[in-house]
């Protein structure tokens, strides 16, 4: 599926708004691996439209489902890497697929980073559940009788769920895989599953809504959401380590010097103070954590480290971290 972010056709032909060096010719696609309206597809469209302006060209949100992420992530790396073909999604996933064998021979790497905001996975349940408290959604886990909706093993929410079920040694969940975020929030809403441990971003509306029950934020303080009562931190109840989940676009390595160059002007000028992201964060439950190249990268290390090495510890891993560079820390 794909919507073209466009801009009046008058706007195409005049200079961009950022002086620059690389002048694309042609519209660039930028593939989100994941379905329309989850996560990573609502951020993007909201930073698409400003690359468009700063560019003077045309930006396509490409959505690219399947495999945890991993089809439409290997799609933009198979391209030609010409500055055409980017992609977005959580750093974490990027950094971690070739951990566990999706896109095999892969790093962070093979990307020029470019980080927009920070997410916070919720536990949240069907309102009509009996699970009321997180007390509750554990004894259920532990009873084997609770089914989770997440987006896939690789996805923010099934990353939380693996390290629910770490921290607090019940295995009993069972996960309910979707081709995206949006469809695992909808389908705990519907009853389909009985809880999901997706984004924030993605529950939002719903929580407003009182289509779903928030119990806890992975987060080591309340989650503060427009229009909703603060969601109380994971910490209250195990002891877990919780790094910002941040997201993204990723231009494969490879292109003309160029391409990066201005992007990397476009970051700085237009996207770091950008009101339109600051806004979306506010009213998703998210925060405004804009970076870009090698400052970038540095941010996003402890959640990469945490995300690899938690792969190795359950079990999930086919090639140790080291390979593409991750030090996990000794036990």
Not at 164 to 184: H, Q, V, W
Request: with cysteine.
């Amino acid at each position: 599926m794909k919507l073209v972010l466009g801009l009046a056709a008058a706007t195409l032909m005049a200079a961009p708004a950022v002086a620059q060096d690389w002048q694309p010719d042609k519209p660039i696609n930028i593939i989100v691996p994941w379905s329309a309206g989850g996560s990573t597809d609502q951020v993007t469209r909201v930073v698409a439209p400003l690359l468009e302006e700063a560019l003077g060209q045309t930006v396509v949100v490409v959505n690219q489902p399947g495999a945890s992420g991993s089809i439409g992530t290997k799609a933009a790396l198979d391209a030609p890497r010409d500055g055409y073909t980017w992609t977005a999604n959580a750093i974490a996933n990027n950094a971690t697929y070739s951990v566990t064998g999706l896109v095999p021979d892969t790093s962070i790497d093979d990307y020029r980073v470019y980080l927009h905001i920070a997410n916070v996975p919720v536990v949240s349940v069907n309102p009509d559940s009996d699970i009321k408290t997180f007390e509750d959604f554990l004894a259920k886990m532990k009873s084997g009788d609770l089914n989770v909706a997440t987006a896939g093993i690789n996805s923010s929410g099934g990353m939380a769920l693996a390290a629910l079920k770490e921290a607090s040694g019940e295995t009993g969940g069972r996960m309910i895989a979707y081709d995206g975020g949006n469809p695992a929030v909808l389908a705990a809403a519907s009853g389909e599953a009985q809880a999901t441990t997706q984004l924030a971003s993605e529950q939002a509306e719903l929580i407003r809504a009182g289509r779903l029950r928030p119990l806890v934020a992975l987060s080591s303080s309340p989650l503060e959401i427009e229009g909703i009562d603060a969601i109380p931190p994971i910490t209250n109840y195990l002891e877990m380590d919780v790094a910002p989940d941040y997201f993204g676009v990723f231009i494969p390595t490879g292109a003309p010097q160029e391409v990066y160059d201005t992007v990397d002007k476009i970051w700085q000028d237009k996207v770091m103070n950008a009101q339109a992201l600051k806004d979306y964060a506010k009213n998703r439950g998210a925060t405004f954590q804009p970076a870009y190249g090698d400052d970038a990268k540095a941010m996003a290390m402890p959640v990469v480290i945490s995300e690899a090495c938690a792969k190795v510890s359950r079990k999930e891993a086919v090639i140790d971290p080291s390979e593409i560079g991750i030090t996990c820390p000794a036990e």
